[in-house]
């Protein structure tokens, strides 16, 4: 059930967390699912919903200094200088667990993953519970994450709480580093900018030691329901496929014609506002019965590495166009 993130509702909320209940709040990249992070039946219910693989660590959410302490052992300077930049917001660090943290929560990993967001609704709900919370994404395991209540209703329909705190500002999940090898390393970029967290640590190495162990990095994830394909321009997509297809462009172009639909994903090109928009599109054109989506590529710089990896994902397998 969906209700408005009104102080009732989120006390509501922090009362089924810590009866070991799952429910779906916002944060500022996407909505997630969230349960008390030291409860592993209440984790494994997480797994049963999303119907995601034992083997995908999930992240915990904390609302301060104490919480990390109880998930997390002794930081690094980096990963310090990090979390004084960056928290709360949407960067996750993968730290070396405590054994507050149940296995069912990293899969079984030595690390968890940490996040303290910056969402009013999400701190207020994690400070209410007392308790980190371990939240995943709110959809099916491998489809396109929410960015909306509704997006979260579409899928996850038997909740028995979905707070509703409007559409998410940043739209894209959290960019996660890892601390887990002696150098930090990029595992997932999101949104925070790699060249914003250079500026403060300095170059990053980009992928982990097992990428395997990332399941978010797996090449198909993201995906909508139809075949989504990346040109690099409008006017490179065949005429002949336009009368079936919708199209998402970054910005308006005159070369979008003959497509069944255009959506326009921001006015002037902006990636922070293609990505606050980007994943709405994709669940709006995902049930719209078109045959194939096409995407047009933004620039891999800044937001725009996040926007084209879940693009690259969202493309995945899906069956090359007849030309
Ligand atoms: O923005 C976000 O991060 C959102 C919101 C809800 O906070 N959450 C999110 O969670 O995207 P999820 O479960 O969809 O993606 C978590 C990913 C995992 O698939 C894995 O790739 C990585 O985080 N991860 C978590 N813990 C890890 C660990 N200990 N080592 C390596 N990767 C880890
Ligand atoms: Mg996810």
């Known amino acids: 059930m969906i209700r408005p993130a009104t102080a009732a509702a989120i006390a509501a909320a922090a009362d089924l967390i810590r009866r070991g209940e799952v429910v779906a709040f916002p944060t500022e990249t996407v909505y997630g699912l969230g349960a008390d992070a030291t409860n592993a039946e209440a984790v494994a219910r997480i797994f049963a919903i999303k119907h995601r693989p034992s083997f995908d660590p999930l992240i915990v959410?904390?609302?301060?200094?104490?919480?990390?302490?109880?998930v997390a052992r002794a930081l690094p300077a980096a990963a310090v200088a990090l979390t004084e930049r960056f928290w709360p917001g949407p960067l996750t660090l993968v730290l070396p667990k405590t054994e507050r943290v149940p296995g069912i929560v990293t899969a079984g990993l030595p690390t968890v993953g940490v996040r303290m967001p910056e969402h009013p609704v999400a701190r207020a709900l994690i400070e209410s519970a007392g308790t980190p919370i371990a939240e995943p994404s709110a959809n099916r395991f491998g489809s396109v994450s929410p960015t909306a209540a509704a997006h979260v209703e579409a899928q996850l329909a038997s909740l028995p709480l979905?707070?509703?705190g409007g559409p998410c500002r940043v739209g894209l999940e959290s960019t996660i580093v890892s601390f887990a090898d002696t150098e930090p390393a990029l595992l997932r970029p999101g949104g925070i900018a790699l060249e914003d967290l250079e500026r403060v640590i300095g170059p990053l190495r980009i992928g982990g030691d097992s990428p395997s162990l990332a399941p978010g990095q797996l090449p198909r994830h993201y995906a909508p329901r139809v075949p989504l394909e990346i040109a690099a321009a409008a006017r490179d997509i065949p005429v002949s496929a336009r009368a079936a297809a919708a199209l998402?462009?970054?910005?308006?172009?005159?070369?979008a014609r003959g497509f069944a639909h255009v959506e326009v994903l921001s006015d002037d090109g902006?990636?922070?506002t293609v990505a606050a928009n980007l994943f709405a599109a994709l669940h709006r054109l995902g049930?719209?019965?078109?045959?194939r989506i096409y995407a047009v590529a933004v620039p891999e710089t800044g937001l725009g590495r996040a926007i084209m990896d879940r693009l690259r994902r969202a493309s995945e397998g899906a069956p090359a166009a007849r030309r």
Do not use: E, K, V
């Open 270 to 272: 902006a990636l922070t």
């Open 61 to 70: 959410h904390i609302a301060n200094a104490a919480m990390c302490a109880m």
């Open 248 to 255: 998402l462009l970054p910005r308006a172009d005159p070369d």
């Open 287 to 291: 049930a719209g019965g078109y045959a």
């Open 162 to 164: 979905i707070l509703d």
